[in-house]
Structures are given as structure tokens and as C-alpha cells.
T-cell receptor, first 115, second 114 residues
Framework: NAGVMQNPRHLVRRRGQEARLRCSPMKGHSHVYWYRQLPEEGLKFMVYLQKENIIDESGMPKERFSAEFPKEGPSILRIQQVVRGDSAAYFC?????????????FGNGTRLTVT | GNSVTQMEGPVTLSEEAFLTINCTYTATGYPSLFWYVQYPGEGLQLLLKATKADDKGSNKGFEATYRKETTSFHLEKGSVQVSDSAVYFCALSDETGTASKLTFGTGTRLQVTL
């Protein structure tokens, strides 16, 4: 039973380029969450999605960041015109349901470096 | 809003020492509480959880008790091993609506030496 799969593991982008991070949830999971971990900090919630719907994007920066979870295929976190401050580890998590006390299963993350 | 406060690290212990990592929280309602562990270069793994007051979560020798009166969820282990070296995150779930959104503490790095 494969866990949450994220790719790529490491991504290097120059300032101004676009970054695309992919996340395939665990089999049977229809809820996906994206978190960002800045160096020496805890994880910060970014966005919560179900298939084809954004449920909560209260943690997403207002500009340049977008997320989707299409009917078919992985969830995508897209960062346009990256800046050095976007350098971080981005973690995806999934759960079978979104309710009370549902434990999240995390992927190994994508480490984005902006040069 | 919700928040989680953890003791700052790093915590350095000798093998077989007793471990306590403090965690306190601020939340509305009755959140569920979690401890996650992150090994180097990996994602977070759920270590244990408690969903209501006075519940004790336990796993792999680690324990934490949900204390509503002190709003705490301290992590303990009686005898640590070198393999326990990792970063430990305390978290609570946001139960507004149907989201199971987690609020994390900043993490506590544990280093266990021989």
C-alpha cells in the first residue's frame, strides 16, 4: 500500500521561473492538504482540497500560488514567478475523510530551492 | 486563533534517559491532539494522538496525556534510544467545518547519544 507520493524530491528554480509540485494521495484518500516548512520552523497550513474542489485556502499567499486536485491525476501546487523567500520544504498530506481527528498521512516532501 | 507552543530544542540526552517534551495549546472547542515525528530528509509520521480530555495516546514507548485543565499534551518516554533522534512536532486539529486542518508547533529536535 503505497503512501503519499510527492515529486520531485528536490527542485531548483531560478527567480522568476515557475515551480510545479505534485502529490498523489494514498489509495482511497480523497482529501489533500499542502503545508510549507520554512527552515527551522514548523509546518504551516496552506490549502485543503477535495477532488475538483478547494475547501480551504486560508493559508495560501494571495499572489503567485495556486493549487488544484483534478478528477484524474495528482494534486498540483503551482508557484509562479518564484522568489528566494519561496525556498522551503513543501509537504502534501492526505486523509480518507476530513472530519474529527482524522490523522494525516504525509509525503516525504519537495524541497524547493530558488537561486 | 489556535496555537501550539513547544519547548525549544535541541534536547540532548544519553541513551536510556527519560524524555519529556512539553507542549501546550490554545484552542476553541475540543480539538484532537497529535504528536508527529520527522526523521532527517523525510516527511512527518504520526506518532500518537488523543481525541478527548484525559485520553492517553501511546506508541513505540512514547506517551502523552490530553490535559484539558492545563491545556497540555506533553510527550514522554521512559528510556530513549539513539534511533529516537528526530524532530518532534505537537499539533492540534482545527475542527471548524469539516476540515481536519492541523496547527503545528515549531518542533523540538531530539538528539540521543551513546
Amino acid at each position: 500500500n503505497a503512501g503519499v507520493m510527492q515529486n520531485p524530491r528536490h527542485l531548483v528554480r531560478r527567480r522568476g521561473q515557475e515551480a510545479r509540485l505534485r502529490c498523489s494521495p494514498m489509495k482511497g484518500h480523497s482529501h489533500v492538504y499542502w503545508y510549507r516548512q520554512l527552515p527551522e520552523e514548523g509546518l504551516k497550513f496552506m490549502v485543503y482540497l477535495q477532488k475538483e474542489n478547494i475547501i480551504d485556502e486560508s493559508g495560501m499567499p494571495k499572489e503567485r500560488f495556486s493549487a488544484e486536485f483534478p478528477k484524474e491525476g495528482p494534486s498540483i501546487l503551482r508557484i509562479q514567478q518564484v522568489v528566494r523567500g519561496d525556498s522551503a520544504a513543501y509537504f502534501c498530506a492526505s486523509s480518507p475523510i476530513g472530519g474529527l481527528g482524522s490523522p494525516l498521512h504525509f509525503g516525504n516532501g519537495t524541497r524547493l530551492t530558488v537561486t | 486563533g489556535n496555537s501550539v507552543t513547544q519547548m525549544e530544542g535541541p534536547v540532548t540526552l544519553s541513551e536510556e534517559a527519560f524524555l519529556t517534551i512539553n507542549c501546550t495549546y490554545t484552542a476553541t472547542g475540543y480539538p484532537s491532539l497529535f504528536w508527529y515525528v520527522q526523521y532527517p530528509g523525510e516527511g512527518l509520521q504520526l506518532l500518537l494522538k488523543a481525541t478527548k480530555a484525559d485520553d492517553k495516546g501511546s506508541n513505540k514507548g512514547f506517551e502523552a496525556t490530553y490535559r484539558k485543565e492545563t491545556t497540555s499534551f506533553h510527550l514522554e518516554k521512559g528510556s530513549v534510544q539513539v534511533s529516537d533522534s528526530a524532530v518532534y512536532f505537537c499539533a492540534l486539529s482545527d475542527e471548524t467545518g469539516t476540515a481536519s486542518k492541523l496547527t503545528f508547533g515549531t518542533g523540538t529536535r531530539l538528539q540521543v547519544t551513546l
